[in-house]
């Protein structure tokens, strides 16, 4: 079963900086489209920003300029650099693995919380 660890989430101060990881086993990672979530509390889960396997980035207009998403084939890793952080941004952060039509494909990991507060 493919298993995604989150992590490097905590409590920073708005307009701070965090750096979510994101790691798993599977190979498989090399040949997908990886992807950021996220989930603030009685929100629907939503996409974050997501990268190809030529890294080649996309953005949700709500973090565009602020986070940016990389990728490390060699350590099956996707990283989530967030910058200028706003309370808005507090939320659980997940990753996956997307499929060739751009859904989620694995089970979800247990995601990393980011609380943005004074």
């Known amino acids: 079963q493919v298993q995604l660890v989150e992590s490097g989430g905590g409590l920073v101060q708005p307009v701070g900086s965090l750096r979510l990881s994101c790691t798993t086993s599977?190979?498989?990672?090399?040949?997908?489209?990886t992807a950021w979530y996220r989930q603030a509390p009685g929100k629907q889960r939503e996409l974050v920003a997501k990268?190809?396997?030529?890294?080649?980035?996309n953005y949700a207009n709500f973090v565009k300029g602020r986070f940016t998403i990389s990728r490390d084939n060699a350590k099956k890793s996707a990283y989530l650099q967030m910058g200028s952080l706003e309370p808005e941004d507090t939320a659980v952060y997940y990753c996956?693995?997307?499929?060739?039509?751009?859904?989620?494909?694995?089970?979800w990991g247990q995601g990393t919380q980011v609380t943005v507060s004074s």
């Open positions: 599977t190979t498989l990672f090399i040949f997908a489209d």
């Open positions: 990268i190809n396997s030529g890294r080649a980035t």
């Open positions: 996956n693995l997307l499929s060739p039509s751009g859904s989620p494909q694995v089970d």
